[in-house]
């Protein structure tokens, strides 16, 4: 039996496109045996908004509001149980697509349903915010060469990445830790790993930032 543990029981990985969130969230859970939650990746509407097809963009977006809402009353019962439950999303990063890619008209009734299922959510222990550049997550999104993010532009991961940023600069729900991820290499170099999993061992409050050793 696995005896090591975190400190914590919610643990939500959150980054732009091409960060390597759910890598991430995979090698943790196998770490500590915990209980992974990733976000729906079968929208059916997701092609339709690569698409640019018009009202996809509402359309997507409240499905993965729906979907991540009932995925996260299910953390609330599993929580009972006092297992480690990683995630490769915040419910709050929900927000952060819907601001970028509705419109007004679309927002007012989105923000509506959003206030309304947000108060039955679980705020994670722990936000794990990756960050990377505009080169990294597009070489990334190329090596990974899923059909529908092939037609993501450098201008919308730009728009996606200031958005990020805004977005956990006035963050509070939480406390989080951002880790840069330019230089970092989880699944192919141990020390990474290693290093993070040390971070996550320590008390953290409020926002701070983990500087890895290799990139100082």
């Not at 991430?24 to 097809?53: C, I, Q, S």
């Not at 679980?122 to 597009?138: K, N, Q, R, W």
């Not at 728009?159 to 406390?175: F, G, I, K, M, V």
């Not at 840069?180 to 061992?201: C, G, M, V, Y």
């Amino acid at each position: 039996m696995n005896t090591e543990s975190l400190p914590i029981d919610y643990l939500a990985i959150d980054g732009p496109i091409g960060v390597g969130k759910t890598t991430l969230v995979e090698m943790l859970a196998r770490r500590f045996e915990g209980v992974k939650v990733l976000e729906d990746a079968t929208n059916p509407f997701l092609d339709k908004f690569y698409k640019d097809r018009p009202g996809a963009a509402f359309q997507t977006q409240l499905y993965y509001l729906l979907s991540r809402f009932q995925q996260q009353q299910e953390i609330i019962q599993r929580e009972l149980f006092r297992k480690l439950v990683v995630a490769d999303y915040p419910f709050e990063k929900d927000r952060i697509f819907a601001y970028l890619n509705l419109s007004d008209d679309e927002l007012l009734i989105y923000d509506k349903l959003y206030a309304m299922l947000e108060a039955q959510v679980p705020a994670p222990d722990l936000v794990l915010y990756l960050v990377a550049d505009v080169d990294t997550c597009m070489g990334r999104i190329q090596k990974r060469n899923r059909a529908y993010e092939k037609r993501l532009s450098e201008d919308y991961i730009v728009e996606l990445l200031d958005a990020y940023n805004h977005y956990y600069h006035h963050y509070q729900r939480s406390p989080v830790l951002v880790v840069d991820t330019r230089h970092l290499n989880f699944p192919q170099r141990p020390d990474d790993f290693e290093e993070l999993i040390a971070q996550l061992k320590k008390p953290i409050k409020g926002t701070q930032y983990y500087v890895p050793l290799g990139s100082r």
